[in-house]
């Protein structure tokens, strides 16, 4: 999976988000050609950067479709729970590197007028409309020996927890549910601090459901990151560090966020010790 997906993932981030961002910074002009130049030549780059600016532009407005599409295909959307469960999914080191040192450097404000509902939606959306919360889609997404109640609601089901590398039975109950929680990679009140605030209503909702950002993980775990980015909280599993920078990364591409000094320095330290 992580040979599959990481050999398309930074052209399309590449093509279409840094097209987009080309008017606002001009000087990640050089870079992009380089970058591009790699994979397609540099009379090729320079051609597909003259055409690629508008459209970067139109991608970027829309809440970057053709990316979003991508990382449909393979976290898996809602409506497509069982492709790929969100502790498998990873991409190539390389070219991670790559999209990460495309994202903007910037100091994260306070984010103290951060609202959730306010600003993300209600937790949880059916934002892809096929009638089951996004919760529910995680849950059946990412656990094993799954049993619901009805086509959505999850009752119970087997966890392979990425973040601490055991087993975790869920019982659904109001004294057993929080024992798996959905965590978001690049949690929300980050995501407003790193950008999300520019972001519309829409493209925010989108983000906190969206199956790439969105991981079925150990409750009182996800509770000790909290809001924390990679500089200040990384997986107790050490084997898991690479792909969850990985799809910190990703998430922060698609949807135009940035990254601060000692994030990016965090990130790249994780990046330096996973294999292609």
């Not at 459209?55 to 069982?82: E, H, W």
Request: glycine share 10%; aromatic share 6%.
């Amino acid at each position: 999976m992580r040979q599959l997906a990481g050999k398309f993932t930074v052209v399309l981030i590449t093509l279409v988000v840094a097209a987009g961002l080309i008017a606002a910074r001009p000087e990640a002009l050089s870079a992009l050609t380089n970058a591009i130049g790699q994979t397609l030549g540099s009379q090729q780059a320079q051609d597909t950067l003259s055409d690629l600016g508008d459209t970067g532009r139109t991608i970027l407005s829309d809440g970057s479709k053709v990316i979003g599409d991508f990382a449909q295909t393979i976290a898996g959307s809602s409506g497509q729970t069982g492709t790929v469960s969100g502790g498998d999914l990873a991409f190539d080191v390389d070219e991670v590197t790559t999209a990460l040192n495309g994202l903007a450097v910037h100091a994260d404000d306070n984010g103290s007028d951060y609202d959730r509902e306010g600003q993300f939606g209600t937790a949880w959306l059916d934002v892809d409309g096929n009638g089951c919360d996004t919760r529910n889609d995680i849950l059946a997404r990412d656990l094993s020996n799954v049993v619901k109640d009805g086509s959505c609601t999850v009752t119970s089901g087997t966890l392979d927890d990425p973040y601490t590398n055991t087993t975790i039975n869920f019982v659904r109950g109001r004294s057993t549910s929080t024992a798996v929680q959905i965590d978001h990679l690049v949690a929300l009140k980050n995501a407003w601090q790193s950008g999300a605030r520019n972001l519309t209503q829409e493209q925010r909702q989108q983000l906190a459901n969206d199956p790439l950002n969105l991981m079925a993980v150990d409750g009182p775990t996800n509770g000790s990151k909290s809001d924390s980015d990679a500089s200040e909280w990384l997986p107790p599993n050490q084997s898991f560090q690479c792909q969850y920078v990985e799809r910190q990364v990703m998430v922060k591409a698609k949807y135009g966020l940035w990254v601060t000094a000692a994030e990016k320095s965090a990130i790249a330290g994780v990046l330096a010790t996973c294999q292609s």
